[in-house]
Structure formats: C-alpha cells, structure tokens
C-alpha cells in the first residue's frame, strides 16, 4: 500500500509465481472517509474505507513501525485538506424571507404550492 499526495493505492499479487496477474487499486484522498489501523502482537493490518463504503482496499501483516508511517501519512494528509461540506440545499424559508408566513399550513397544501410558485421568480433563458 502506498500514500502519496494523490491518493491510496495498492498492488495485490494473488500467487507469486504469476506476478503480472494481479490487481491494482487506486483510492483518491477525497473519497476516503476512514483509515483504520488493526494493531496484532507481531503484525498489523491497515484498512482504507472510502466514503461509498464498499470493498476497502486493505493490507495484513504490516510490521508495527512501517503501518504506524502510513497510518500517521494518511491522517496528516487528510487533515491538510479538511472536511469536505456536503452541497446544502437551497431552503424556501430563506429563498422568501418573511413572504413565507403569510402562506397557509396544512389544509390547503395545493393552494399553498401554487402560492410558492407565484412568488418564487423563475429565470427562463
């Protein structure tokens, strides 16, 4: 497993003896939602959980200093780009300002979203 200022990626050989059947996966800094650092009595094993959540791409049998590097490298680096905020949805309430209570409640939902649509300006181009 390899961190670098793209991303995380990996190479996994399934039989030694065939070196160039193998699999190569790639997880870019901005989809990675977890780092997660399995400490054993001899060796660890590191997971990188992307933020769609399916098959992390992960490494058994990391000697304790070299997985404590990577696991360390990857939370820096992921701590220099910072949070990324989900796309907020435009609100009626502050899209109308104070035109919003003057609106009808629960009886008349159809008289009310016909009202919505006269007072929100819609720009045709």
Do not use: Y
Request: glycine letters at 4%; one cysteine or more.
């Amino acid at each position: 497993m390899v961190a670098d200022a793209i991303g995380v990626s990996t190479t996994n050989v399934d039989f030694w003896l065939t070196l160039w059947r193998r699999v190569d996966e790639h997880l870019p800094l901005s989809h990675i939602a977890e780092v997660t650092h399995m400490r054993g009595f001899f060796w660890d094993a590191i997971s990188v959980e992307s933020s769609g959540g399916l098959n992390p791409p992960s490494v058994l049998d990391v000697p304790k200093p070299d997985a404590r590097c990577f696991v360390d490298h990857v939370r820096a680096r992921l701590n220099e780009i910072g949070p990324v905020a989900p796309a907020q949805p435009v609100r009626v309430r502050a899209l109308l300002g104070p035109k919003i209570r003057a609106l009808p409640r629960k009886r008349e939902s159809r008289n009310a979203i016909i009202a919505l649509k006269s007072l929100i300006p819609l720009s045709r181009e």
